[in-house]
């Protein structure tokens, strides 16, 4: 039976905290969606499904992450894992975890692009405009699999990752891995902020109109 680490760091609560908190605020924003898609009586989009399949990867993230602190570990320095709680090895089930929320944080990051992304292709769909969106959702997709699969292969075999003492185990260049996907992502993210403000603010609308519409859609900034 797996060790629970008692929650007593100001890490840990943090963690524990946010988690919560994030997980509410996305299920709350998603369900509030879903009753405007009911209330308006509209059938659910695609960007609809993306958004909902986004949150669900969403609690599985904040489960995961949770998992970490308690089973895990995460929150406490290592030499108090094995030396105060007597858990050897000492990082192999938090390492397990971190694999396994990496993934499921890609995951999540290109659902929710996609969904915001499509929702846009809706509204404007100047040709141009759905090329640049499609491509960003390509791009997005295609260094989300990337980073799956790095990160499944960047040590050989894979239980090498939190088992050192395998014979003949080897890691590759992990920090260039994760740097180069987050440049990446912070490109397309921009992308999807920028994409539609020019032409909300093109728009046949009243000053205040377009303003408060532009922070609309800026609210991906978060």
Wanted: charged content about 10%; some cysteine; hydrophobic content about 55%.
């Amino acid at each position: 039976m797996a060790f629970v680490f008692p929650v007593e760091t100001g890490a840990q609560y943090l963690f524990v905290i946010w988690s919560v908190f994030f997980t509410v605020m996305a299920t709350v924003a998603v369900g509030l969606r879903l009753l405007a898609r009911r209330v308006a009586d509209r059938k659910l989009g695609s960007d609809d499904i993306l958004m909902v399949l986004s949150c669900i990867v969403l609690i599985a993230y904040q489960v995961l992450t949770i998992l970490a602190v308690a089973v895990g570990g995460m929150g406490y320095h290592i030499y108090d894992i094995e030396h105060r709680f007597l858990v050897l090895p000492p990082s192999e089930i938090f390492t397990k975890y971190f694999l396994a929320t990496q993934i499921m944080w890609c995951v999540n990051l290109t659902l929710t692009k996609s969904s915001i992304l499509t929702l846009y292709t809706q509204i404007f769909t100047m040709r141009p405009f759905v090329i640049v969106a499609k491509i960003t959702i390509l791009v997005t997709a295609c260094c989300s699999t990337i980073m799956i699969v790095g990160s499944m292969a960047v040590c050989r075999p894979v239980a090498f990752y939190w088992d050192k003492s395998i014979k003949d185990g080897t890691c590759g260049n992990y920090p260039a891995l994760w740097t180069a996907n987050a440049c990446i992502s912070i490109a397309t993210s921009l992308v999807t902020l920028i994409l539609p403000i020019p032409h909300v603010w093109n728009l046949q609308l009243e000053r205040n109109s377009k303003v408060f519409l532009m922070g609309a859609f800026s609210l991906g900034f978060l």
